[in-house]
C-alpha cells in the first residue's frame, strides 16, 4: 500500500518529503546526483515489496518539489536532511543510498549510527574528491555549472540508462524530453548539488568507525563509479559484503530483481 507523502520543515528554511511504499521492513532510498524519490523505477520498489522490504521513497531537498532552503548546502545537509526522515520513520532503520546518494548514505553512517540499522551502498565511493581527480573528464559535465542544465540532463541519462534502452530511439527521445523537463524545473537544486559534489569530504579515513552491517554493490561496466571504489568501500567498512554485478551506473534498472534479492536477502540476515 502506496502512503501519502509527508513533508518536513528544515531549520535553514528548506523542506524535504517523504513517504512509505508499503508495510514490510522499511528502506530509506537515497537517490543519486538529479534524482527525486520517483527516479528508482517501478520494477525495482515491486521487487523489494514482494520480499517484505517496504522502499521509502525520499525527495533530496529542492528536486521533489519542496523548497531548497536559503543556504547552499554540503552533503552533511543532505545527510542531515535524511537522518530528519529516519526519525520520524521511528529510526534505527535500513539505508540505501545510490551513488551520489552512496556519500550521502555513508555520511549519515559516520554522523549518526544510531539511526541506521543496515547499510547498502550502491554504485558509490568512499573518496568522491579522489576520484574527480583520476577522472575528471567522467565528471566534467555533472559538476560544471556554467553547462546548460538540459546538457547535464542528458550526462545523467547517458550514464545510467541500460544499453538495452539505447536500442530503443522512441523510448529515449521520450526520457530524455521527461529528464530534460525536470532537471529545468529544478535547476535550482541541481545547481545546489553540483556545488555540494565539489565540495563533498573524503570518508575514506571514517570507514573504519562505521560498525553497521553493510552490502556494497558495484557493477562491473560502470562508465562513471568503477568497482574498484565498490572493492575500497568493502575492504575498508569492517562489518562489510561486496558483490560486483553485471550491468553500469544504472544496476536498479538493468537488474532489479537481482538488485532486490540481494538486499532483501541482506537485511533478513541482520
Request: aromatic share 6%.
Amino acid at each position: 500500500m502506496t502512503h501519502s507523502w509527508h513533508t518536513l520543515p528544515r531549520p535553514d528554511g528548506a523542506a524535504v518529503r517523504w513517504r512509505s511504499e508499503g508495510n514490510g521492513d522499511p528502506l530509506l532510498l537515497i537517490p543519486g546526483f538529479g534524482g527525486d524519490g520517483t527516479c528508482w523505477g517501478g520494477l525495482f520498489g515491486r521487487a523489494l515489496l514482494r520480499r517484505g522490504v517496504a522502499p521509502v521513497l525520499y525527495d533530496q531537498r529542492g528536486l521533489g518539489g519542496e523548497l531548497p532552503g536559503d543556504g547552499d548546502p554540503a552533503m552533511e545537509e543532505y545527510a542531515s536532511d535524511a537522518a530528519a526522515v529516519l526519525e520520524a520513520l521511528g529510526a534505527p532503520c535500513s539505508v540505501l543510498g545510490w551513488s551520489m546518494g552512496a556519500t550521502v548514505a555513508l555520511l549519515l553512517a559516520v554522523k549518526r549510527p544510531e539511526l541506521v540499522r543496515a547499510l547498502v551502498l550502491c554504485c558509490g565511493t568512499a573518496d568522491h574528491p579522489a576520484l574527480v581527480r583520476r577522472f575528471p573528464e567522467r565528471f566534467r559535465v555533472l559538476l560544471d555549472e556554467e553547462a546548460p542544465v538540459e546538457t547535464v540532463s542528458d550526462e545523467v541519462l547517458r550514464l545510467t540508462v541500460p544499453p538495452s534502452w539505447e536500442k530503443n530511439p522512441a523510448m529515449m527521445r521520450s526520457l530524455r524530453r521527461s529528464s530534460r523537463s525536470f532537471f529545468s524545473r529544478r535547476e535550482r537544486g541541481i545547481r545546489a548539488q553540483q556545488r555540494a559534489l565539489r565540495r563533498a569530504p573524503s570518508l575514506a579515513a571514517s570507514l573504519g568507525a562505521v560498525r553497521i552491517p553493510s552490502l556494497v554493490i558495484a557493477g562491473e561496466r560502470d562508465r562513471l563509479i568503477p568497482p574498484g571504489e565498490g572493492e575500497a568501500l568493502a575492504l575498508g567498512l569492517p562489518r562489510s559484503r561486496l558483490e560486483i554485478l553485471p550491468g553500469g551506473h544504472g544496476l536498479i534498472y538493468e537488474n532489479p530483481e537481482n538488485v532486490a534479492k540481494l538486499v532483501s536477502d541482506f537485511l533478513g540476515g541482520v
